[in-house]
């Protein structure tokens, strides 16, 4: 039974960070197509290694690390599979730390797109709820407040960790708007920037990108290694599809609204166990793979209606 949660939260893991990384694989594609065949192959290899490997892997380990005071980086790593009394005891005071400021970070992001972005519609009053986008903001004003206040009554520190997973959005949520600024000056055909340049550039979004599936992570499993290697499988998977099949993942249209129901649910379920509430293990894993299949299966079905 633990082999099949392992495997579980594995590919749950690989499926949130290959679904909700569909942004990022778009925007290095479209950059990719205006760099050398040489700088290409660097973006597979030690792009690789930065992306997948170094972001994905060191920092969740880094966040559970700080998150653990007066525990040492190998403690942090086998932390949730410790039998160590120190180890055990600090796990289980930062826990909810990081799952109200993860929760509330993945909350305000699901607001964000169901409020302000363009989509494709999914369900019935998002449509309407997009043409009222500066609600959200009151929204989030509300959400927030509501958070810190229940958290205070908790544990002052939840309601800090709280303010901090709000915090944490509005500055990621400021790259990635300078990103779509600065995207389209890099796919300008007169753009004057080196290839390394543009290199550079998708590094740097790419690791932006990569803090919601992070911290989304957390509401699998504690575990680094698991988070390690279900990160980084889905991070390969997008990779791939980066280079040889992304026009195929832009035609499913809805995949972006399977990520981001995912992100509301996930960031609930973070949020839950923040406020003591025992959640099951294979809950996150569930919510994934309920909300994704249903919006893959829509998409398929839009692709045949069109021929």
Known sequence: MEFFSFILIIVGLALFEGISSVDNAIINADVLNTVSARAKRWFLTWGLFFGVFLVRGVLPFVILWLALPGVGPLEALTATWSTDEKTVAALEKAAPLLFGGGGTFLVFLFFHWLFMEPKKYGFPGEKFIHQNGIWFYAVASFLLSGLIW??????????FAIAIGSSA???????????ERNEEELLHEKSN????????????????????????????????????IGNGFGALV??????????????YEYLKNGAMYSVLFLGIVMLAQAFGA???????????????GYFWFKSHRALKLQG
Do not use: M
């Open 150 to 159: 229940f958290g205070i009554n908790e544990n002052p520190y939840l309601a």
């Open 169 to 179: 959005f509005f500055l990621t949520h400021g790259f990635k708007q300078q990103a």
């Open 193 to 228: 920037l080196a290839d390394i340049s543009k290199l550079a550039y998708l590094e740097v979004i790419d690791a932006t990108f990569s803090i919601d599936g992070v911290l989304g992570a957390f509401a699998f499993t504690l575990s680094i290694p698991l988070i390690l």
């Open 238 to 251: 997008v990779r791939y599809f980066t280079i040889k099949n992304i026009e195929l993942v832009k035609r």
């Open 278 to 292: 025992h959640v099951p293990h294979y809950i996150a894993p569930l919510l994934t793979f309920g909300f994704i």
